[in-house]
């Protein structure tokens, strides 16, 4: 099957954006994504069981990012090859409130087709986002569960490594700090689309969310502590070596 959803890119493809389905199934994932009505598509769409399906083609702009920013760039869709991947996520958790798994053969197959998106477009890993990284005010996706260490592992995207046990609080919500505005640059140097106030306002609250969902899931707090201040840190050095 594939979608009717999408129109000519007018940018060059430079980023990778994975994303959750939030459906019960990956049969009523695909029907939405191919629904005309509900202008929504990817280009691939990976099942639990590790089917791949192209649901439009790469060279051709799908609408899976919605509004966000990433590196300054506000057509994500433009931009981007989209990946959507069957998990219920937040939105169909499991009966006993924890988020779905993602199956090992299916995260096998996301691997996989990632290494072959890259291998058709020039994407720095610093550009293989997830979609809460590039609109992180109001998406989720793919998860605290999703196991993105284990795809930096196998050469998909930047992963910061085991941090130290120092989690000493340094800003809380309404601090205002030049610490702050250093933070928030640093923020937007890595991509994210946030604003310079000196504040730890709603958005830089809703940024260091994004940035403990995927970095250090364990806590999700939008608080800034020391171990957030590594993984900035690192995620720079990171950012920049993979620019070269």
């Not at 049969?27 to 939405?32: F, P, Y």
């Not at 990976?46 to 649901?55: A, F, R, T, Y």
């Not at 293989?128 to 992180?136: C, K, L, T």
């Amino acid at each position: 099957m594939t979608s009717p959803n999408f129109n000519d890119r007018k940018l060059p493809v430079s980023m990778l954006v994975l994303h959750y389905t939030g459906m019960e199934t990956a049969e009523l994932a695909r029907d939405r994504l191919c629904d005309p009505a509900a202008e929504v598509s990817a280009h691939w769409l990976v099942s639990e069981d590790g089917k791949v399906e192209n649901l439009v083609p790469e060279e051709k702009r799908a609408w899976h990012a919605g509004v966000g920013s990433w590196n300054g760039q506000t057509d994500i869709n433009s931009a981007s090859i989209g990946v959507e991947i069957v998990n219920g996520g937040h939105n169909v958790p499991l009966p006993d409130g924890s988020l779905p798994p993602y199956p090992d053969v299916q995260i096998l197959a996301v691997i996989k087709l990632c290494k072959d998106i890259l291998t058709r477009h020039p994407i720095a890993m610093k550009n293989i986002v997830g979609h809460s990284d590039i609109a992180p005010e109001r998406k989720e996706d793919p998860g605290e569960h999703f196991p993105w260490a284990g795809l930096a592992a196998a050469g998909i995207g930047i992963w910061p490594g085991e941090l130290s046990e120092d989690d000493r609080v340094l800003f809380e919500a309404g601090d205002r700090d030049r610490g702050i505005s250093i933070i928030q640059r640093g923020l937007a140097d890595l991509g994210y689309g946030i604003s310079v106030t000196g504040c730890l306002d709603d958005q830089t609250q809703a940024v260091i969310r994004a940035v403990q969902r995927r970095y250090r899931p364990a806590r999700i707090d939008g608080v800034v502590d020391m171990q957030i201040m590594e993984i900035l840190r690192r995620l720079s050095e990171m950012s920049r070596a993979s620019m070269v």
